[in-house]
């Protein structure tokens, strides 16, 4: 019901920049929250940046003053700028939208993602 297709990924070398782009499309409004993911070799897939429907945004530490996210509600996209980016920021990079809802008290997420996107840092 939602298809996510992210683009923008490739090999840069370090204190290089590179800028994610993720088109939503399906049973999505600009209320969902959207976020971006990654997930390197070895490691668990962790949350690098999340934005609201009215744009309210959160970081993962590691990237904070590097990388900003934003969306454009009208064309269903959201982006992750990266600058500065370093050897560790190598991963593959997923877009994530939760269509959830509440029924009373309770949350019942729904996600969906990407088939995410290779990001390279070269040193």
């Known amino acids: 019901q939602v298809q996510l297709v992210e683009s923008g990924g490739g090999l840069v070398q370090a204190g290089g920049s590179l800028r994610l782009s993720c088109v939503a499309s399906?049973?999505?409004?600009?209320?969902?929250?959207m976020g971006w993911y990654r997930q390197a070799p070895g490691k668990e897939r962790e949350l690098v940046a999340h934005?609201?429907?009215?744009?309210?945004?959160k970081y993962a530490d590691s990237v904070k003053g590097r990388f900003t996210i934003s969306r454009d509600n009208a064309k269903n996209t959201v982006y992750l700028q990266m600058n500065s980016l370093k050897s560790e920021d190598t991963a593959v990079y997923y877009c994530?939208?939760?269509?959830?809802?509440?029924?009373?008290?309770?949350?019942?997420?729904?996600?969906?993602w990407g088939q995410g996107t290779q990001v390279t840092v070269s040193s």
């Open positions: 994530n939208v939760d269509i959830g809802r509440w029924a009373g008290p309770t949350y019942y997420p729904r996600t969906y």
């Open positions: 399906g049973s999505i409004s600009s209320s969902n929250a």
């Open positions: 934005i609201t429907s009215g744009s309210s945004t």
